[in-house]
């Protein structure tokens, strides 16, 4: 009976978890507040599965606008699908659907409908709004690569429904006999082989009465194709108050057959069904942590985080007839069979968000890496900004890192010989045609042990930096490897190269030219030059695999600690007016307004910094520091960011960090302890363990480590290991509001370095 009883207790918490909808949390609209000279965020609401292959927006901006909704717009032009990684990057596979009444419009200016956000409903399954212009209330619900649409309209003689291929090269065909519309996109801003194209389908559940077809913007009644620059058909019907038509659609990059395919993914549910799965799909992801003890805006903004974690890498494959993954190569043109994933660059990503994939979704990684593999074998390279294809974009060879990081952590690719391989070529090549990929520079870093400043490769300084890390992981991955030490140590070797740039004068890093001097004259405080977007202070950091090398380079623990303290001591200066862009780039602006000095969260290069008091004994600064940006920088708002979100990159460092920890150097089998920002939070891992943190007398004053408990034991360490957390773990914190400087101050207590290696 007891037995019994307990066994009934485990299954009600089990199901109380199962059945809590954390969707509630989740604020589409967060970081939408953006522009060109300020991001907070540069967001749109993806309404979207997990990593699905199609999301859908509403669209405010134009045709070709990277910033396709804007929350200070006040009009709708349609309800777009969109591949979107960041506005910057811009779309692919993109068309849209426009419901009015009256007059047949095509024009997205003139068929545009006011709107406002009190009419709004986002979630990230399911979004809704009032288009008042024409009294039509329009809904849409998405599988991974299909959408159900409802418009409920008016009563009208003349009710209408626009379909926007876009232009650029686009196809269209209305089929009135079937109630279809079919068509294919070409628009896209590269990455895309010459015969690319998107192709879709829709159904509806109502025959035309009126159907025109548009040809770059002349509507031709009556003709039911169109192949042209700008494609676009409307069709039409009489509907009575409050009558519901549906659309059903479904696009594929392989070709119309395949969208056909892909529809099945809707089945014969309706918007309500569809709704339902889509929320279960999300449930499912987001339960996989659970926090407690917070108020209500830091569980928006957690769970609003945790979504836009869960969207990119964003699937690329289909499903064939006998429901195997195959894929449109974007590198090559061709059909092909396996996983494939895009819209991630690796330069943001690296950082954190692979890790929490890697900790809390591996099985989702092991089809990445996969895919990653498959990217090697049809263009010769590693992504390293893939939208969808190889995209000139950032700098640095990360790819070593999201690879290495994964297969050591448990994540194993079938064909390891590849990878391995595809490790070594990218350290001695460049892609022919896209910069970005592979290492550029590499013929003088390979010589030299760093890239120099005055050969006419920008960004010198931070791609060294870059490659001496990437250096380390593929020196560990040999290692597990088992791959001979005389052909790994060169990797160890060069993963010191980043001592090559440093200035002992200014104890930072600096740009050295071919000839061994020093780039001159320096401003520590000028952007771009030989960093990329920040500055010598925000790069000189960029050390992960190695804290105690450049403690020791800059004179010891207590000069190391007075070098991070000025961070966020000096003055947001820029050192000129501008950065090698010759503008003022809006990550300046985004650092100029937080007031914390030259610390630049809302870019990348810096936001592990914080997390480095631990390995110099004061690990009480990085908690201060971590509550400070957790609370101040991030809201569940609209202007919810601090500067761009980045594939999930800043919000995934919000998460990691909510829950007290942080993978200052994926490739290692350590997380760096910060302070838990909830009292209390459950971490549910694949194989069916848990991690369960308890901080309960957490609160904005009692931000400070006072104890760390480690299964009840005692734990003094400044770190967590990876491959203990597996097992479950239960953390236990005290915390208290002034610091404890006893605990996690001696050497045994610090995180890993490489020149702590025996």
């Not at 134009?62 to 909704?69: C, E, L, P, T, V």
């Not at 969207?311 to 494939?340: C, T």
């Not at 190391?560 to 820029?574: E, G, R």
């Not at 045994?748 to 370095?753: K, L």
């Amino acid at each position: 009976m007891k037995k019994c009883w307990l066994l009934f207790l485990v299954l009600s918490c089990t199901l109380l978890a199962q059945s809590k909808d954390w969707t509630q949390y989740v604020n589409p609209l967060m970081g939408t507040q953006s522009s060109f000279e300020l991001s907070t965020g540069n967001t749109y609401p993806a309404i979207a599965r997990p990593w699905g292959m199609n999301f859908w927006t509403p669209q405010t901006g134009k045709m070709g606008d990277g910033w396709q909704y804007v929350y200070t717009a006040n009009k709708i032009r349609g309800f777009k699908q969109t591949h979107q990684p960041s506005p910057w990057i811009n779309d692919y596979g993109q068309f849209s659907i426009m419901p009015m009444v009256g007059k047949p419009e095509f024009d997205e200016e003139k068929r545009a409908s006011w709107f406002g956000h009190k009419g709004e409903e986002a979630t990230p399954y399911y979004y809704k709004v009032y288009l008042a212009e024409y009294d039509i209330v329009t809904e849409m619900s998405p599988t991974e690569r299909a959408v159900l649409f409802r418009f409920t309209f008016p009563e009208n003689a003349h009710s209408y429904i626009a379909v926007d291929a876009f232009d650029k090269g686009s196809f269209i065909q209305i089929i009135p006999e079937e109630n279809k519309i079919i068509g294919y996109s070409t628009r896209n801003s590269g990455g895309v082989p010459e015969n690319f194209k998107n192709y879709f389908i829709i159904q509806f559940d109502k025959p035309f009465t009126y159907k025109a077809t548009v040809n770059n913007g002349n509507i031709q009644e009556n003709a039911t194709e169109q192949t042209t620059d700008h494609a676009g058909a409307i069709i039409g019907f009489k509907t009575q108050r409050g009558e519901q038509v549906h659309a059903r659609i479904a696009s594929s990059f392989i070709s119309f057959e395949q969208a056909a395919r892909n529809m099945k993914e809707l089945g014969n549910d309706n918007l309500e069904q569809i709704k339902q799965k889509g929320q279960k799909a999300w449930n499912q992801v987001l339960g996989k942590i659970e926090v407690e003890g917070g108020n209500l805006d830091q569980y928006r903004t957690f769970y609003s985080c945790l979504y836009r974690s869960l969207l990119f890498p964003r699937k690329f494959y289909e499903l064939d007839e006998a429901g195997k993954p195959v894929h449109y190569s974007p590198y090559n043109g061709q059909v092909l069979p396996g996983y494939m994933f895009t819209d991630t660059g690796f330069w943001d990503t690296f950082r954190c968000l692979f890790p929490l994939l890697n900790l809390m979704y591996p099985s989702m990684n092991k089809e990445m890496q996969e895919g990653l593999i498959n990217t090697y074998k049809e263009s010769g390279f590693f992504p390293e900004w893939a939208s969808p294809g190889h995209r000139d974009c950032m700098i640095g060879n990360n790819s070593a890192s999201v690879l290495a990081d994964a297969y050591l952590k448990g994540i194993k690719v079938e064909d390891v010989k590849t990878l391995y391989e595809g490790l070594i070529h990218g350290t001695k090549n460049v892609h022919p045609t896209v910069s970005s990929t592979g290492r550029r520079g590499y013929e003088y870093y390979n010589k030299l042990g760093y890239v120099p400043y005055d050969v006419k490769i920008n960004e010198n300084t931070a791609r060294t930096l870059e490659y001496a890390y990437n250096d380390w992981c593929i020196y560990q991955l040999g290692k597990a490897l088992k791959k001979p030490k005389k052909e790994i140590e060169i990797f160890a070797k060069r993963a010191m190269n980043y001592k090559n740039l440093y200035d002992p004068e200014h104890k930072l890093m600096r740009g050295k030219n071919e000839d061994g001097t020093f780039q001159s004259p320096f401003n520590p405080l000028k952007w771009g030059d030989a960093f990329t977007e920040g500055n010598s202070w925000h790069y000189s950091w960029s050390v992960f695999h190695d804290v105690q090398g450049l403690i020791d380079l800059m004179g010891g623990e207590k000069a190391f600690v007075n070098m991070l303290d000025s961070v966020f001591i000096m003055p947001p200066t820029f050192g000129a007016n501008s950065d090698t862009r010759g503008s003022l780039v809006h990550e300046m602006r985004e650092m100029q307004v937080i007031d914390m000095g030259q610390y630049a969260h809302g870019n990348q290069p810096i936001q592990h910094m914080i997390y480095l008091y631990n390995y110099a004994g004061e690990p009480w600064k990085t908690q201060y520091w971590i509550r400070e940006v957790l609370t101040r920088l991030y809201t569940p708002a609209p202007d919810g960011y601090c500067g761009d979100e980045d594939n999930g990159q800043t919000s995934a460092w919000y998460v990691f960090s909510a829950l007290g920890f942080y993978s200052v150097c994926p490739g290692s089998d350590q997380y760096v302890l910060g302070a838990p920002l909830f009292k209390k939070a459950v971490i549910h891992l694949e194989n069916g363990k848990k991690i369960q943190i308890s901080a309960p007398e957490n609160s904005d004053k009692s931000r400070f480590v006072q104890e760390v408990k480690y299964n009840g034991k005692n734990y003094s360490k400044n770190f967590l290991v990876h491959s203990s957390l597996l097992n479950g773990a239960d953390i236990q914190f005290r915390m208290g509001d002034k610091p404890n400087k006893k605990r996690g101050i001696n050497k045994a207590d610090y995180p890993y370095s490489l020149s702590n290696e025996k």
